[in-house]
């Protein structure tokens, strides 16, 4: 029988149960495409290390001896469409199986289900064997709860995979050392410099120059610095283990614009693409600190793989849980468009300024500044979650919409009406200059509410509740704000909405 199957750019695992050996009748496919550029406005490095990787992968299945079909997004006989590559595939080497590992964005899903439909050969769908969790487990385990609460999911996964537990409770009794990680770094412990790859992408940005594919953002095509196959992906987290580990906990919520990765693993990519396994990540840190327990504290560890085993495999249950109705979610109703600024970096705003830039420069910014900084100011500002979306999906290298869309739409954007965040992630200005170096030097003063040079955090914040705060009338965790919100004096509520709405009205000028 001759079986074909399809490998999707973010399905590069090696050790998937499909490549335990090699069948001479049975085909891989994968294939760049305009379907996958396109559908949003990508950062070039994405693109990049999409393409790069996805040849490494070819490669070395070749290498060993599996049969590989390819194609690069220059060649001409690629129709750029998944349907019509399958379809032109089955016929040319007269298919009679096709098979595909679950896809983890829905519209593959659903397109996947449609090409099937349309083939008269079998099919069959397998997992991608990469999450710890099916896509309907976290579906199951809230089942009738009101409130998804991470925590509880969290608690739920270390018990089930025996994750820095001793017996049925947690290593050194504690579940969660998220008050050890909230640390502002002041140069006071040296940052490694990053491990570098360095490798040359000219021939690959050509192409995609050449086939007038539409990006964002800026690359050095000589020192391309991603980990782009599996080889590198394993240095990367033996550097973690060994290099940042020891501090990663303590400052994972720190801003700090010397540094652009601190102490944050840079694993993110590596993973979402599958090169290596959350598990295999998890692995490796664990036994780190069992080995390194006198340098390593569990604070550490644990924050590391809370994001992980918790967060990561919670945004997931929750994009398949709520899809396809959460794609729409605007439940704060925000309609705003999205300043110039987000596609530039050009901003008087000094924490927006470094982290946007940082994110066209490097196609990255840690949780932090995705959430506090530039999703907060989206959010005070209003802006459509439709257009923060796709901004988030397009400038990130790590970003797949099944992690994409829950974080910010959800966690940070709060379109989703509290399904993920029990309140918005909404602060002024203080909160920022708590957590980082950067007011100290901004053309803005952090303190000050009204005037020409007063932090835009400050009235957009009180701005934002007052226009809220019938949505959040009956949210627990929002009744401390509103009650300071109803003590200001209608005369300073006053002209601070005033000071907030003459900013979005010139928000191009911040």
């Given amino acids: 029988m001759k079986i074909l199957r399809l490998l999707l750019g973010d399905q590069l695992n090696s050790e998937h149960s499909w490549f335990d050996e090699v069948n001479p009748d049975m085909m891989y496919v994968m294939a760049e495409m305009r379907q ?57 080497y007269k298919i009679e199986q096709f098979e595909y590992q679950f896809p983890d964005e829905y519209r593959l899903d659903e397109q996947l289900k449609s090409i099937c439909e349309k083939l008269s050969i079998r099919t069959k769908a397998v997992d991608s064997e990469h999450f710890y969790t099916s896509r309907n487990e976290l579906a199951d385990f809230f089942k009738g709860k009101k409130q998804l609460l991470m925590e509880s999911f969290y608690r739920m996964m270390r018990k089930k995979h025996y994750v820095l537990m001793v017996g049925d409770q947690p290593l050194d009794g504690k579940w969660n050392f998220d008050h050890n990680n909230r640390n502002q770094y002041k140069n006071e412990v040296p940052i490694p410099f990053p491990l570098e790859f360095h490798k040359n992408v000219s021939e690959i940005i050509a192409e995609i120059e050449a086939q007038n594919i539409s990006t964002f953002g800026s690359i050095d095509a000589e020192k391309f610095n991603w980990p782009t196959s599996r080889n590198e992906s394993l240095q990367l987290i033996d550097y973690f283990c060994e290099h940042l580990l020891a501090h990663f906990g303590t400052y994972q919520d720190s801003l700090f614009s010397g540094h652009k990765f601190l102490f944050h693993s840079r694993l993110s990519f590596a993973m979402n693409s599958k090169m290596i396994s959350p598990k295999e990540v998890v692995d490796a840190v664990i036994s780190y600190y069992y080995e390194n327990q006198e340098t390593t504290e569990l604070a550490q560890v644990e924050g590391f793989v809370r994001q992980i085993i918790g967060w990561r495999e919670y945004v997931r249950g929750i994009y398949w849980k709520e899809m396809p109705n959460y794609a729409q979610m605007n439940a704060l109703e925000n309609q705003n468009p999205l300043p110039e600024f987000f596609w530039t970096g050009k901003t008087k705003m000094k924490c927006m300024q470094h982290s946007i830039s940082q994110s066209l420069s490097e196609a990255y910014a840690h949780h932090i500044q995705r959430l506090m900084v530039i999703g907060n100011f989206s959010l005070l500002a209003q802006l459509h979650p439709d257009a923060v979306d796709a901004w988030y999906l397009g400038v990130y290298i790590d970003a797949i919409e099944w992690v994409e869309m829950p974080n910010t739409r959800g966690m940070s954007q709060y379109a989703d009406g509290g399904i993920v965040a029990t309140k918005p992630y909404v602060s002024s200005g203080s909160y920022i200059n708590k957590m980082s170096n950067y007011c100290g030097s901004c053309h803005y003063k952090v303190k000050e509410k009204l005037g020409e040079k007063a932090c835009p955090f400050n009235s957009l914040y009180w701005h934002f509740l007052d226009e809220k705060k019938q949505h959040f009338a009956n949210n627990q965790r929002m009744s401390m704000m509103l009650a300071l919100l109803r003590k200001m004096k209608p005369e300073e509520l006053a002209a601070t909405k005033e000071k907030a709405i003459s900013i979005l009205e010139d928000i191009n000028n911040l």
């Fill in 36 to 92: 996958e550029t396109d559908y949003v406005k990508h950062h070039i490095q994405k693109v990049a290390a999409f393409f790069l990787s996805m040849r490494n992968f070819s490669e070395e299945l070749i290498n060993k001896s599996h049969q590989v079909v390819y194609y690069k997004i220059s060649d001409s006989n690629n129709p750029h469409n998944l349907e019509q590559l399958i379809l032109d595939l089955v016929e040319e």
